[in-house]
């Protein structure tokens, strides 16, 4: 998927997030000096932070299509555009995409790999489109509510 192609949906929901915060310390990086502590659940700045075993894998959760975009028409409604109100999920035979810190020290441009989504008929389960997101860079991030980073969006 790209938003550069004619075809698009919108979609709205959450995401499931496991990251591991073990690499978010330069110091983790020297095989010589990583203790099995520096594994341990720390205080968010010793040890392996807050996360320290996490897998990596990040997925859709209850999301929804909440509208589609195709040539110069744009549908919010399922009159529209029969996908409106479809959900929109992870792929239903591949292991999750995985989200990744590519620079300990500038965690604000994580990356999501691997992931694929599919729009399935709730009824027979059909596939009725699926697609790969090319992997790139989060940016311009910002704060939708709360405080710091839990209230941060992005894409």
């Not at 859709?60 to 479809?86: E, K, Q, R």
């Not at 035979?93 to 590519?102: E, N, P, S």
């Amino acid at each position: 998927m790209s938003y550069l192609n004619p075809t698009r949906v919108h979609f709205a929901g959450q995401f499931r997030a496991d990251v591991s915060t073990v690499n978010n310390d330069d110091r983790h990086f020297n095989s010589a000096t990583f203790t099995p502590d520096d594994q341990d659940y720390g205080d968010g700045a010793s040890n392996g932070w807050w996360q320290p075993s996490g897998t990596g894998a990040w997925r859709l959760c209850g999301c929804a299509i909440t509208a589609a975009a195709w040539d110069s028409n744009f549908a919010t409604t399922s009159a529209g555009d029969p996908v409106v109100g479809l959900p929109l999920k992870n792929s239903g035979d591949r292991v999750d995409a995985k989200l990744v810190d590519l620079d300990p020290d500038q965690q604000l441009v994580s990356m999501v790999f691997g992931l694929e989504v599919r729009i399935a008929d709730p009824v027979s389960g059909a596939v009725l489109m699926s697609g790969q997101l090319s992997p790139v860079p989060f940016m311009d991030i910002w704060g939708r509510r709360g405080e710091g980073d839990t209230g941060a969006s992005v894409f």
